[in-house]
């Protein structure tokens, strides 16, 4: 079955600071991938996405990721921290044939120091 | 265009009480979500409609939950009865087939004592 892979629940960086969050993904077949973000008390955000085309794509709040075919990756980065970054982080996907079902990752929750 | 829409935003009741969650997602869209997500926790899906049909409950506990879409447009989801470790973020979402993209609505937070 897909799965979700988030390295690290918590990340720590200073303000400023590169902001790096992993996810790897199980498949194969490249499915759709997903980036959200969650602020306290509130629903998901969709940050970006990749389905088909360039393989680094630019979302909002300054936030990109890259699909690595070969790393099964789906990394999120984003050059200079800021306080307002401070959430959670979800990665998920949608599986090849999958009827439209998300997958997500169990989070990652992003702390920037003053 | 507005977004997917849910009350109660939240919702204390007591273990063994009934409680009922409503949806109303971005119209156009036919296929609509419920997740459980703990804190802590990814979200988890509950049940999967595609307008008002259910494509996937595998992970729904039927004993104690039920969810419906009659007109295949807004939803509502119920737990009877509830137990303490139903305590969540109970979130919908809805899925735009132009985009490729679900969205989310703000949740409803249940806390049951």
């Known amino acids: 079955a897909q799965s979700v892979t988030q390295l690290g629940s918590h990340v720590s960086v200073s303000e400023g600071a590169l902001v790096l969050l992993r996810c790897n993904y199980s498949s194969s077949v490249p499915p759709y991938l997903f980036w959200y973000v969650q602020y306290p008390n509130q629903g998901l955000q969709l940050l970006l996405k990749?389905?088909?085309?360039?393989?680094l794509v630019k979302g909002i709040n300054g936030f990109e990721a890259e699909f690595k075919k070969s790393e099964t990756s789906f990394h999120l980065t984003k050059p200079s921290a800021h306080m307002s970054d401070a959430a959670e982080y979800f990665c998920a996907v949608i599986p090849p044939n999958g009827g439209f079902k998300t997958i997500f990752g169990a989070g990652t929750r992003l702390f920037v120091k003053a | 265009e507005a977004g997917v829409a849910q009350s109660p935003r939240y919702k204390i009741i007591e273990k063994r009480q009934s409680v009922a969650f409503w949806c109303n997602p971005i119209s156009g869209h036919a296929t609509l979500y419920w997740y459980q997500q703990i804190l802590g926790q990814g979200p988890k899906l509950l049940i999967q409609?595609?307008?008002?049909?259910?494509?996937?409950d595998s992970q729904l506990p039927k004993d104690r939950f039920s969810a419906e879409r009659l007109k295949g447009v807004d939803s509502t989801l119920k737990i009877q009865p509830a137990k303490l470790e139903d305590s969540a973020v109970y979130l919908c979402a809805s899925f735009s087939l132009r985009e490729d993209t679900q969205y989310f609505g703000p949740g409803t937070r249940l806390t049951v004592l």
């Open positions: 409609f595609q307008n008002n049909g259910v494509v996937d």
């Open positions: 990749y389905t088909t085309g360039a393989t």
